[in-house]
């Protein structure tokens, strides 16, 4: 059973750029499609951006495009996301997700690390 750890989130101020990690043990992440999502306390979850394994497509909520660039490197197991001009609206507990290309839902979820943009 495939694992996932972020790692990257921190405190910023508004403008800075931090870079998420998320690493896959007990298994691979070839074939699968890899998210990440954001969740503010009482607020639900949203999604922020995909990348398929081939082609490597990807998709962005139209709150980051432009801002963020999801990449993955398979021989390291691990998928980015970079994130540039942070905005205090950024402020969430990022989560990376995997599913199969055949399922609905994403089904395999890190624990989250948190990022704190300050204005």
């Known amino acids: 059973q495939v694992q996932l750890l972020e790692s990257g989130g921190g405190l910023v101020q508004a403008g800075d750029s931090l870079r998420l990690s998320c690493v896959a043990s007990g298994g691979t992440l070839s074939r699968l499609i890899i998210g990440w999502f954001r969740q503010a306390p009482g607020k639900e979850r949203e999604f922020v951006a995909d990348?398929?394994?081939?082609?490597?497509?990807?998709n962005y909520a139209d709150s980051v495009k432009g801002r963020f660039t999801i990449s993955r490197d398979n021989a390291k197991n691990t998928v980015y996301l970079q994130m540039n001009s942070l905005k205090p609206e950024d402020t969430d507990v990022y989560y990376c997700?995997?599913?199969?290309?055949?399922?609905?839902?994403?089904?395999?979820w890190g624990q989250g690390t948190q990022v704190t943009v300050s204005s």
């Open positions: 997700a995997a599913r199969l290309p055949i399922a609905n839902v994403f089904n395999i």
């Open positions: 990348i398929n394994w081939i082609p490597t497509t990807t």
